[in-house]
Each structure stands twice: as C-alpha cells, then as structure tokens.
C-alpha cells in the first residue's frame, strides 16, 4: 500500500488561499491549490478566469469558493484511495491461499483406523478450505508411519498439497529412538487431531487372557506394526515397566492386520488402540487396561497400567508416553509451508471436527467420539514433551525398548 498520508485543512487569516497541509513524512505531489487555480486559468482563458472569480472580492481570512471546493476534492480523493489500497490488500490476503488437488497420505495400511479415518476426513474436509479442493487418500505403511513422517519433513511439497496422516508417537520418537528417528518433530507443522481418550490393552476371546494379572503373568505375543507405533509402544511399555512376560511381534502393516492375526489366532492381542477400534468387534475382545487418564464414552472405567508402576521415576517417564493420547490422529504437513496454508489448513481443520455432517459421517463408521484438538495446542504439547528432563527421556527409552 502506498505510504499514508496525514492530511489536514488550514485557512490563512493573512491569505485568501485554501492550503492543504501534510505530515513532514510525507512527498509532496502534486499541484497546490494555487498553482491547480492557475492552471485552470491558463487553460480556461485569463479573462474568463478573472471575470468570473477575481471580479469578486473575497474577505480577508477566508478562501474563494473555488480554492475550498478544490481543497476539498482533493482530500476525499486521498481518504478514498487510502480506503481502496485497504480494500484492495484484505481482498488480496483473503485470496492468497487457494487449494486444488490435496493428497492425504496415510501411514498404515488400507482398513486400519488411520485409514479409515482418513478417508472419512478426504469426503468432508474440501468443503472448509479455500477453493473447496477435490482430496485423495494414499497409503504409505512403514515403521509405524516413521516412514512417511521421513518423507514429510525431506521431500513432499511444502504448499499445502500434500497432508500426512501419521502416529502421535511422531512427536517424540526421536527421543526413543534418536538412531532411527533422527529429526526434529517441531519441524512438523501440526494441523490438528480427532481423538483425546485413552488407549486399550485387548486380546482375543479365544486367548483365555481376560484379566490384568492374566495379561502381565502369561507367555503370549502382542502384534504391533513399527517400533516407533503406538501399537509398539504401549505394548513395550506394560510390558517393561511392570515385568509382564508377553513378546512383542512387528511387522504388521496396520491395525487392520493385527486384528486379523488375532481372529486367526497367530497372536493374542494389541496395545495402544482406541474406543473405535474395538466397537465394531466388541463381543470377541477382552479389554484388559488402559494407558492415559480418562474413560472413552460407553466403555466401563478400567485399570490404568501406570497406576500399578511402583517406581516414580518410571511412572514419570510412563505419564510423558501418555501424553501423546490427547492428539490421537494427528494431521501434519511439512516444514516450510506457509504460514497462511497452515492457518488455513487449522482452521478448516476445526470447522470440519464441529460440522453435523462430519459427525453424522463418522458415527456410521464406529463409536468414535470426537474431542479434537487444534494445531496450535497440538504444537505446545510438543514443545512440552521435548522439556522433559534428560534422566526422564533415558528412562522412557528403555520403557520401550
């Protein structure tokens, strides 16, 4: 926008002439008032000029009548340019961030809860961006999403073209895993999460494992996909914090596929999953504990494993695992992205996880209650894991071992 201009009126007690005067900041352009009489006249014709104005005397201390319309026109001019240049750069800024094509990626495989519910966002979340863009969902299962959260912060487009739908644990993988999860994860710019409840430990009706000291006394497997998941990390942690004798298998591409193996009978269970995950099933599981404070709605409140970690140090290190269950389901895109997109993105985020239609949607898919938290909150929990003290971090390292 143009540099403002303070205008002000001032009448000469010594003078017939209008003067406009402006702050000393501003250039002077244009003709004085004067000097845009003069001209007139020059153009016009002297005599006529002189016959119609000068013939009159005008009182000492007051200007013509044309030297005040004059100064007048040009005041309204500036104030109405300077109210066009505000127009005109809040419509710029409103237009600034347009989607088109917007690809979710999915860090699991298809028919898990990632997936899921990343396809039931792709169908509703066009609809409260800017440019109401078509979106698309792909997978790309790997390391519990550490795959692609690699992919996120090194070599997808930073425009807001491509979302990531990856594993909280993201936020401090790094510090359990520093050899294999080498970033920074306030690098991710966080959009927002659909879940804040607590996690279940479950296993298989046929297991015979239906009661907390079944579970941490008997010789079974747990499925998990990546050390860096979820699935793994709650496992390992009822497991090494309270000395329980199950082993942990990985591999598995997503929740889809333990949830298979555990119909099959190749494994027991799982750690680390979600209300919805078993509302669909819930005559076949046992549900055994649950990790983070809280009860997911219409589910009996049940014993909480770090409750029953004697030591307080490792309850310490247990509670800064938990955390991560107040932004289950996040939504990231990468460093260096704008952070117009991002506002935008956060914004039609929060307006999507309120919307009747949404919640309709995704309570035909399962029991799930939305409790959603924004990018920015997600961002300061982030920031306050990563406070944590040294002693703490070593301690929830060989948690999860």
């Given at each position: 926008m143009a540099g403002f201009q303070l205008i002000y009126f001032a009448i000469s007690p010594k003078s017939d002439a209008c003067s406009i005067r402006r702050s000393p900041s501003s250039h002077n352009s244009g003709l004085e008032p004067r000097e845009f009489r003069d001209r007139i006249s020059t153009r016009s014709g002297r005599g006529r000029y002189q016959?119609?104005?000068?013939?009159?005397?005008?009182?000492?201390?007051?200007?013509?009548?044309?030297?005040?319309?004059?100064?007048?026109?040009r005041a309204l001019r500036a104030i109405l340019f300077i109210a066009a240049s505000i127009a005109l750069a809040m419509c710029a800024?409103?237009?600034?961030?347009?989607?088109?094509?917007?690809?979710?990626?999915?860090?699991?495989?298809?028919?898990?809860?990632?997936?899921?519910?990343?396809?039931?966002?792709?169908?509703?979340?066009?609809?409260?961006?800017?440019?109401?863009?078509?979106?698309?969902?792909?997978?790309?299962?790997?390391?519990?999403?550490?795959?692609?959260?690699?992919?996120?912060?090194?070599?997808?487009?930073?425009?807001?073209s491509v979302i990531a739908s990856v594993s909280e644990a993201m936020s401090y993988a790094p510090v359990l895993d520093p050899q294999n999860a080498n970033f920074d994860p306030l690098a991710l710019q966080w959009i927002g999460s659909l879940v804040n409840e607590p996690a279940y430990c479950m296993t298989a009706k046929g297991s015979g494992i239906d009661t907390m000291d079944k579970f941490l006394q008997s010789d079974f497997l747990i499925g998990a996909t990546g050390k860096s998941s979820v699935t793994y990390i709650f496992a390992a942690l009822a497991k090494n914090g309270l000395k329980a004798k199950f082993k942990i298998v990985t591999g598995f591409d997503g929740t889809a596929d333990i949830e298979l193996a555990m119909q099959r009978g190749e494994i027991a269970g799982m750690c680390g999953v979600s209300s919805y995950n078993i509302s669909g099933n819930r005559d076949t599981l046992n549900l055994i504990g649950t990790f983070g404070s809280g009860t997911a709605v219409g589910e009996a409140k049940l014993e909480?494993?770090?409750?029953?970690?004697?030591?307080?140090?490792?309850?310490?290190?247990?509670?800064?695992?938990?955390?991560?269950?107040?932004?289950?389901?996040?939504?990231?895109v990468p460093p260096g992205t704008p952070k117009e997109t991002v506002e935008a993105l956060r914004k039609g985020y929060m307006e999507m996880v309120r919307d009747p239609a949404f919640l309709a949607d995704i309570g035909k898919l399962s029991e799930m209650t939305v409790n959603a938290t924004s990018g920015e909150d997600i961002s300061r929990l982030v920031s306050k894991q990563l406070n944590a003290g040294p002693d703490v971090f070593e301690t929830a390292r060989n948690l999860v071992k």
């Open positions: 016959s119609r104005h000068r013939s009159a005397k005008t009182p000492s201390g007051f200007c013509t009548g044309v030297d005040m319309f004059i100064a007048i026109f800024r409103a237009q600034a961030v347009e989607f088109k094509t917007i690809t979710i990626k999915v860090g699991y495989g298809p028919g898990g809860g990632y997936d899921q519910t990343s396809r039931l966002i792709a169908r509703h979340f066009g609809r409260f961006l800017p440019g109401s863009p078509d979106i698309i969902v792909q997978n790309v299962p790997g390391g519990g999403s550490l795959k692609l959260t690699k992919m996120v912060l090194g070599s997808e487009p930073a425009d807001g909480r494993f770090s409750d029953k970690i004697e030591d307080a140090k490792v309850r310490e290190a247990a509670a800064l695992i938990e955390t991560t269950l107040q932004f289950h389901h996040p939504l990231v």
